[in-house]
């Protein structure tokens, strides 16, 4: 169930933090970008029964068909930092 109110309100909180604090203040693009990242895995996780870690990794497994370093093996080997965290909200989101 899509929450229609969420964008306007994402909106009007960012116009508001803009009008006090300025758009290029550090306050404002942080609460931009928390909010951004935030709003599309809420989104991806419940208003279009998508799940954004799935997605990620079929992309991905598409991708190592055409750039053999983004097979598994290799993936691990030369991304640990991103194969880590994917290891962990596998853990953590299925929990």
């Known amino acids: 169930m899509k929450n229609k109110h969420l964008k306007p309100e994402v909106k009007a909180l960012l116009s508001n933090v803009e009008k ?52 598994p093996e290799q993936f691990r080997e030369k991304y640990p930092s991103i194969s880590q965290m994917i290891a962990y909200l596998d853990e953590w989101l299925t929990n």
């Open 20 to 71: 006090v604090l300025g758009k290029d203040s550090i306050q404002y693009q942080k609460l931009d970008y928390y909010l951004d990242t935030l709003v599309t895995v809420y989104e991806y996780n419940y208003d279009s029964e998508k799940d954004l870690l799935g997605e990620l990794k079929t992309l991905l497994a598409k991708l190592s068909k055409q750039i053999p370093e983004l097979s």
